[in-house]
């Protein structure tokens, strides 16, 4: 069972305009988000996290926005630039046998174009 | 100086050979992970070492077997390999076992089997 969707596999933005990527979760446990980014052959960074308590995280470009009642979070990039052609994963924490573990999305390709 | 190391990067072999996955970081975290990347490019996590003990250890076949010789250093083995197993492997370390605690992914192995 996907307790975390990443609905759109892709999404091509132009370069300068704002990227919106989104993401669903099913569990109303989950109480921290995290966004990580993949370049190809390399391992996923940490990009932005945001906490349950919170409805927004914001660092330089990127913006998170965590809708509760709606299990629904997205991660905002404006302005886009060609670098940030990735993969973006997104990820849950889940508290599980007295741990943390992370839950991811299967990804959204994001391609950014001049 | 790279933070989390993998070797090897690649991996071919053939069903029912046994191989190894090393992982190294140099970043003295306390914690160490292994993921699968399957085709439907889900990261989903295998195991956990906290201070070279095991503490998550997911729904994975006893043919995958973790060894953390010290806290710098967790591999994989893998017995009798089969099909299904091909992916890519990712190896994570983050200082502790918190929920806000971030993860430092290696580049990945991809292991193909035929």
């Known amino acids: 069972d996907q307790q975390v969707k990443q609905n759109s596999p892709s999404l091509s933005v132009q370069e300068g305009r704002i990227s919106i990527l989104n993401c669903d979760y099913t569990n109303s446990m989950f109480d921290y988000f995290l966004w990580y980014k993949k370049y190809p052959a390399e391992g996923p960074t940490f990009l932005i996290s945001?906490?349950?308590?919170?409805d927004k995280n914001e660092d330089g470009r990127f913006t998170v926005f965590l809708n509760k009642s709606a299990k629904h979070l997205s991660l905002h990039i404006v302005p886009s630039q060609p670098g940030d052609s990735a993969v973006y994963f997104c990820?849950?924490?889940?508290?599980?046998?007295?741990?943390?573990?992370?839950?991811f999305g299967a990804g959204t390709r994001l391609a950014v174009h001049p | 100086d790279t933070a989390v190391s993998q070797t090897p990067k690649y991996l071919v072999t053939q069903m029912g050979n046994d191989k190894s996955i090393k992982c190294e970081q140099n970043l003295g975290h306390d914690t160490m992970y292994w993921y699968k990347q399957d085709s439907k490019k889900f990261l989903k996590i295998m195991f956990s070492y906290n201070n070279k003990e095991l503490i998550i250890n997911e729904t994975v076949p006893n043919r995958f077997s973790p060894k953390s010789p010290d806290k710098a250093h967790l591999n994989l083995h893998i017995n009798s390999l089969e099909l299904g197993d091909s992916a890519v492997y990712f190896c994570?370390?983050?200082?502790?076992?918190?929920?806000?605690?971030?993860?430092?992914f290696g580049p990945g192995t991809r292991l193909t089997v035929t």
């Open positions: 994570a370390s983050s200082q502790d076992q918190g929920y806000s605690d971030e993860q430092y």
């Open positions: 990820a849950a924490v889940k508290f599980s046998g007295g741990y943390n573990k992370l839950i």
């Open positions: 945001i906490s349950s308590i919170k």
